[in-house]
């Protein structure tokens, strides 16, 4: 099946007592068993709830995965990832990835005994020399969160696989219409379904998908056992979300790409981050391991001050945290997404006061070109 298709009718066969096409909220927290010893499938709705199946079973089969486990949160699907661990294994991370994840990693996991190197991703040197015989796993994001820095995924899963390390993906920012991980070589994906998955601002979860049976025996075990479950309603909406995934995704790209067009021949635009522009020095990769270019760009406009005024003079851009949205949303990295990095590590990776970070909506470029107009006019 095609990938439209399959976000339509992947996993969601017609609820089978009904035949309703638009697959139920199971809001029930137990089920009742016919005898000691029988039940049909379901025993308690922390173990397993038939919405969330669903849901599990068609984001596993977007991703080209086999395994799909939801939680309450992105950062729960990470943490879960990172519970098959044990004190005294070493993870190698991106520099440069979203501060909820750093602060995940240095203030709760490191506590516990994990060790973790942060690495320029994009360098696959950097990620060989960083390796240890106790690496057990090499944490992606590609594009970056938020200097839309790419990660050659093939390469960077050879030289973990060579070392007996899992790689895992975040793939928030593409969605599996734009990349797929597991395809690539990498062992397991992660998303925060609150961004493009859903895509309307109306549910927080996350999803951890894999193509391992022992991997995903390990994930079911700790979704169990912690209890950060995605909920019946909220994988409802997510379940809506995705059957429109490729038509808002075409539209996200198409105008990602003129905005970001707009912004590169702006003279009040200092630098601009999006690989879709060939001048962008990954580009040839971003053409290579993804099929678009998305609709994440951050740009430089110099200065905090210059940052401010251009974001309070918006009116039809929102500044909000969070991204993949149909409405377009802006945001200031260095006060929000990332003010958990330090500061020094935060500029020398170019998140500095004046960097913005823009997530493109499905409304009429022209109008938000207009709008985005008018926030330079304050500077």
């Not at 958990?340 to 493109?360: A, C, D, H, K, N």
Request: glycine share 10%.
């Amino acid at each position: 099946m095609g990938f439209s298709t399959e976000c339509v009718h992947a996993g969601q066969e017609p609820e089978p007592v009904t035949g309703a096409v638009t697959y139920p909220i199971f809001a029930t927290s137990t089920y009742v068993q016919p005898k000691l010893g029988e039940h049909k499938g379901f025993e308690y709705a922390r173990t397993k709830n038939p919405t969330r199946s669903v849901l599990e079973a068609n984001l596993a089969a977007l991703e080209r995965g086999k395994h799909g486990h939801c939680f309450a949160s992105g950062m729960a699907a990470i943490d879960t990832v990172f519970r098959m661990l044990q004190s005294g294994d070493h993870v190698i991370a991106g520099e440069n990835m979203y501060g909820g994840s750093y602060r995940l990693f240095s203030r709760v996991l490191e506590k516990f005994g994990l060790q973790f190197t942060y690495v320029d991703t994009s360098r696959v040197d950097g990620v060989r020399a960083a390796m240890r015989p106790n690496t057990k796993i090499v944490f992606l994001e590609t594009p970056t969160n938020p200097m839309m820095t790419l990660t050659d995924i093939p390469a960077c899963s050879e030289v973990a696989h060579r070392g007996g390390a899992l790689v895992v993906v975040d793939n928030t920012f593409c969605s599996p219409y734009l990349q797929r991980p597991i395809e690539l070589g990498a062992d397991i994906v992660v998303h925060s379904t609150t961004k493009f998955l859903n895509g309307h601002s109306d549910s927080v979860g996350g999803v951890v998908i894999s193509n391992s049976d022992e991997i995903a025996e390990k994930i079911g075990f700790l979704q169990n056992a912690a209890g950060a479950i995605l909920s019946p309603f909220d994988s409802w909406l997510v379940l809506r979300g995705v059957k429109t995934l490729a038509v808002r995704m075409k539209r996200h790209e198409e105008n990602g790409i003129a905005i970001a067009a707009y912004l590169a021949r702006h003279p009040k635009v200092k630098k601009l981050n999006y690989p879709g522009l060939p001048d962008h020095p990954q580009h040839a990769l971003a053409r290579k391991q993804m099929k678009g270019f998305g609709a994440l760009i951050s740009f430089e406009l110099g200065s905090k001050e210059n940052a401010a005024k251009f974001l309070n003079r918006l009116r039809l851009c929102s500044l909000g945290e969070s991204l993949g949205g149909v409405e377009t949303l802006i945001s200031h990295p260095e006060t929000m997404t990332h003010a958990s990095v330090p500061v020094e590590q935060r500029m020398r990776l170019g998140i500095t006061p004046g960097l913005v970070r823009i997530s493109v909506g499905i409304e009429d470029v022209e109008d938000l070109i207009a709008d985005l107009e008018n926030g330079f006019e304050g500077i």
